[in-house]
């Protein structure tokens, strides 16, 4: 795809979230997250975990003695606002498609799939050297105008000073006061602790992200970040800061140190993301991007519409 001019791009992508997803995200404005919106719609019974304290009936709980919870509808029109990492970590890919490239497909398959009459659109793009904000509107011509922005995004250069992804959530999170659907693509590699243990720096901005808005977190990884091949002596150039280093992969030891190094960190990211309350989605470069998306709907839905479990009242003194 990036050998193709950037308004075939835009067309092809466009054909291809349309075959192959189109339908999935429609109907009752649940989207890519089933879950409540903001008009009430009655309660029901409280499910111990799996429902929020902080929906709680009071009023229905106290007629009733039995603990209730607030049902919604999904909101009639719906706000999306994405947070684009288009750092230099992004600029990297060894298979079909660079985790930038994926990050610009994550993002069209969420517009086209999202757009309908009423809907907004609104990114912030975190480049390498700022933080640039699109006003949310609707229609397709806006949503083509930013996936042009983002194709045509100049390559962040190593060495760089992009603000951290912690403080581009921040931002956004102070302008989006309505309740939405905030979406937030990639690698999550900004603010990790260096030995993989602890909390990344992202971690509580997020959390307090998903207080107000349903939140999805696409989290877009490339093979090569999780195992070396044995391609003998390389030079590995870190791209935020453009430092060198020579490795010789041939040595079997070290392919597993980086492994295992590798998969502790992104099991950091994992369990972060997840102790934030939102939604995770895993993308690679070298997988079906759009099968890895069917997934994730379908699993929402099943757990949206899962039915209902025995009720077990919470203790008396839950709060």
């Known amino acids: 795809m990036r050998q193709l001019a950037p308004e075939q791009?835009?067309?092809?992508?466009?054909l291809l979230v349309t075959r192959r997803l189109d339908g999935l995200l429609h109907?009752?404005?649940l989207g890519l997250l089933p879950g409540p919106g903001s008009e009430f719609a009655g309660s029901r019974e409280y499910r111990p975990g799996e429902d929020e304290v902080r929906r709680m009936d009071w009023a229905v709980t106290a007629r009733t003695t039995l603990?209730?919870?607030k049902e919604v509808d999904?909101?009639?029109e719906l706000s999306t606002w994405l947070l684009v990492d288009s750092t230099p970590s992004m600029d990297f890919g060894t298979a079909e498609l660079e985790k930038r490239e994926l990050a610009v497909a994550a993002v069209?398959?969420?517009g086209f799939l999202t757009a309908g009459i009423g809907n907004r659109l609104g990114a912030y793009l975190l480049?390498?050297?700022?933080?640039?904000?699109v006003p949310a509107r609707s229609g397709r011509a806006h949503l083509l105008g930013l996936l042009g922005t983002l194709l045509a995004a100049p390559r962040g250069e190593a060495g760089g000073s992009p603000p951290p992804l912690a403080e581009a959530v921040t931002a956004l999170h102070r302008a989006a006061p309505k309740r939405g659907m905030v979406v937030v693509v990639s690698d999550f590699l900004?603010?990790?602790p260096d030995d993989n243990t602890g909390t990344p720096d992202w971690e509580g901005a997020i959390r307090r992200l998903a207080v107000r808005h349903q939140v999805l977190a696409v989290e877009v990884v490339d093979p090569r970040e999780l195992e070396l091949p044995d391609v003998g002596v390389i030079t590995l150039v870190d791209p935020e800061t453009g430092r060198r280093r020579e490795v010789a992969t041939s040595d079997r030891r070290l392919r597993q140190r980086y492994a295992a190094a590798a998969a502790r960190q992104r099991e950091l990211v994992r369990h972060a993301l997840r102790r934030t309350g939102a939604a995770h989605l895993p993308l690679?470069?070298?997988?079906?991007?759009?099968?890895?998306?069917v997934r994730h709907v379908h699993l929402q839905r099943r757990l949206a519409g899962a039915p209902r479990a025995p009720a077990h009242p919470a203790p008396r003194g839950v709060a």
Not at 9 to 14: S, Y
Not at 128 to 133: A, E, I, K, M, N
Request: glycine letters at 10%; zero cysteines; aromatic letters at 2%.
């Open 9 to 14: 791009r835009l067309r092809r992508l466009e």
């Open 27 to 29: 109907g009752q404005h």
């Open 67 to 69: 603990p209730h919870v």
């Open 74 to 76: 999904a909101d009639r």
């Open 108 to 110: 069209a398959a969420i």
């Open 127 to 133: 480049d390498g050297v700022g933080l640039r904000r």
């Open 190 to 192: 900004d603010g990790l």
């Open 284 to 293: 690679r470069t070298d997988r079906d991007w759009t099968a890895d998306i």
